[in-house]
Nanobody
Framework: VQLQAFGGGLVQAGGSLRLSCAAS????????IGWFRQAPGKERGFVAA???????TYAHSVKGRFTISRDAAKTTVYLQMNSLKPEDTAVYYC????????????WGQGTQVTVSS
């Protein structure tokens, strides 16, 4: 599974961005898609995920501000980020895992999100 993440940029605190994660040449059927982020000097951490059946989970730090969703064709997953804070600044990655696997096996390239205060 080849993934491409895009949509990052520079935004002021309180602003919004929408990230997209697209699958190359296939759908996300039978896959969980997750968003992760890594800030400078920190380990990569979980942000949000959407399951094969559409269920969603979020990190506590983004719950209520970020929304993960996907298109009807299951070819693109979105991360809508509202009320952005400077601490949301990071490189954001999307990843995929087969519904029968525990680990995210496929990773896209990161997209930089910078939130200015």
């Amino acid at each position: 599974v080849q993934l491409q993440a895009f949509g990052g940029g520079l935004v002021q605190a309180g602003g919004s961005l929408r990230l997209s994660c697209a699958a190359s040449g296939r759908t996300f059927d039978n896959y969980f898609i997750g968003w992760f982020r890594q800030a400078p000097g920190k380990e990569r951490g979980f942000v949000a995920a959407i399951g094969d059946a559409g269920g969603t989970t979020y990190a506590h730090s983004v719950k209520g501000r970020f929304t993960i969703s996907r298109d009807a064709a299951k070819t693109t997953v979105y991360l809508q980020m509202n009320s952005l804070k400077p601490e949301d600044t990071a490189v954001y990655y999307c990843a995929a895992r087969n519904r029968f696997e525990a680990k995210y096996k496929y990773w896209g390239q990161g997209t930089q999100v910078t939130v200015s205060s």
